[in-house]
């Protein structure tokens, strides 16, 4: 077991993502994408923290305490850095946990918030869920979009951004990254409250 180190986070923010270069700018990794903004945002870089599979960074947002994570597994691996890392940070009450990660039931460029439920058939929800015996943390969901058949899921994920849609996503990272310091501010049901009801522009 990993030992608690410092003073705990009030909150831990994990971005899924794909390590290495060809994964950058995937629809996969948008996830990661807010949490770097996040580090950006509040003076934070992200370094390797090989005891927990992740990158990590510790920042003040607001009076609250936040630590980053991106796993460096590979998305489908992800309870493997999840389980780490919250004991790292003492997260001893999952609505502390924030997941952000792309979302095939949203259309692209929709963000979304919840807490619990299902896990939309998505792996790296499954492996937290698996590693730490339950579904009760909180997500932020990016829609992504669903590909035009099952069986092209994999791919439409994997692969980049079309050129006319960074621009769309680049505003999605944004607003996420809003979402989550509202989540920090206010609350996960503050959140829900703000984002949920919001509809894209025509």
Do not use: W
């Not at 990158?55 to 630590?67: H, I, N, Q, Y």
């Not at 259309?107 to 058939?121: D, N, S, T």
Request: hydrophobic letters at 40%; a positive charge; charged letters at 25%.
């Amino acid at each position: 077991m990993t030992e608690r180190r410092g003073t705990p986070a009030d909150l831990l923010v994990m971005g899924l993502g794909n390590p290495g270069q060809e994964y950058s700018r995937s629809r996969h990794n948008v996830g990661a994408e807010v949490v770097e903004e996040l580090a950006r945002r509040h003076g934070g870089r992200l370094k390797k923290a090989r005891q927990q599979r992740a990158l990590t960074a510790e920042v003040s947002c607001g009076r609250a305490r936040l630590a980053l994570a991106v796993p460096t597994t590979y998305v489908n691996l992800s309870g493997d850095a999840a389980s780490s890392l919250i004991r790292r940070y003492g997260i001893d009450d999952l609505e502390h946990l924030v997941v952000v990660h792309d979302e095939l039931d949203l259309e692209p460029g929709v963000v979304r918030i919840k807490q619990g439920g299902g896990l939309a058939g998505h792996n790296g929800l499954r492996s937290i869920a698996s590693h730490l015996g339950t579904q009760d943390f909180v997500r932020v969901r990016i829609g992504v979009g669903k590909p035009p058949s099952k069986e092209q899921g994999a791919g439409h994920v994997l692969s980049r951004l079309p050129v006319r849609q960074r621009e769309l996503f680049a505003v999605a990272v944004a607003e996420a990254a809003d979402a989550v310091e509202l989540i920090v501010a206010e609350g996960h049901d503050a959140a829900m409250r703000a984002y949920n009801g919001r509809r894209l522009p025509e």
